[in-house]
């Protein structure tokens, strides 16, 4: 069973705008991780973030996460076209290294 | 340092054959896991092993397998393919277990049964 689910399913932008995706998570979690996933390849790490965090910033990535709300969200700022991916949340439960994964957000950035 | 590789990329099989696909990860990493990723069904966790011995396992059949090396190297065999079992077959590798760290994914196995 999915953990996240994000929201939304899918989203298209102009390069420079920036972009958001959501993701809820129904039970308690040790970290939330951010993937992203070009074109059926493999998943690429982008942010990992520790349920005693609320916000980490990575170069153009922001994650926040708030634990009361089972929620977090990927900010991108100033897209660009090499952006275009899916992006997942997955959450961890600790002792474990198994992550249970939302269904994703495709974002399309458009040049 | 090289990433996680799988062998082998692609991989087309028949119905009741069985299939092993194969995972090198990350020098140093202890920790293997495998997911299947499905457009139905999303990415969902097949099993994890750590120092040979699988810590956890996902809710698929006993067709699926796995196993892991003294070299960390792991291995995984789904046997009596079925056509549901067409899928992006995703390996992980992380530093370690019992503390989460990030995990590092190599480019999968697309496996087709036909």
């Known amino acids: 069973s999915q953990q996240g689910e994000e929201d939304p399913q899918a989203l298209s932008i102009q390069e420079g705008e920036n972009a958001t995706m959501n993701c809820s998570y129904k039970?308690?979690?040790?970290?939330l991780q951010w993937y992203r996933q070009n074109s059926g390849r493999g998943l690429v790490h982008l942010i990992l973030i520790r349920s005693n965090e609320r916000e980490k910033h990575s170069g153009r990535l922001r994650v926040t996460l708030d634990t009361s709300k089972k929620s977090s969200s990927l900010l991108i700022t100033a897209s660009r076209a090499a952006d275009t991916a899916s992006y997942f949340c997955?959450?961890?439960?600790?002792?474990?290294?198994?992550?249970?994964f939302g269904k994703g957000t495709k974002l399309t950035v458009n040049p | 340092k090289a990433g996680v590789t799988q062998t082998p990329r692609y991989l087309i099989k028949t119905r009741g054959q069985q299939v092993t696909l194969s995972c090198s990860p990350i020098s140093g990493h202890r920790s293997v896991s495998w997911y299947q990723q499905t457009p139905g069904q999303g990415l969902q966790f097949l099993f994890e092993y750590f120092s040979e011995t699988q810590r956890n396992k996902g809710n698929f059949p006993g067709r699926f397998s796995g196993r892991q090396f003294s070299n960390s190297r792991s291995e995984m065999n789904v046997s009596t393919l079925e056509l549901g079992d067409s899928a992006l077959y995703l390996c992980a590798s992380s530093l370690d277990s019992g503390i989460t760290y990030e995990q590092y994914f190599g480019p999968g196995t697309r496996l087709t049964v036909t």
């Open positions: 997955a959450g961890s439960q600790g002792g474990s290294e198994k992550l249970v």
């Open positions: 039970t308690s979690i040790n970290n």
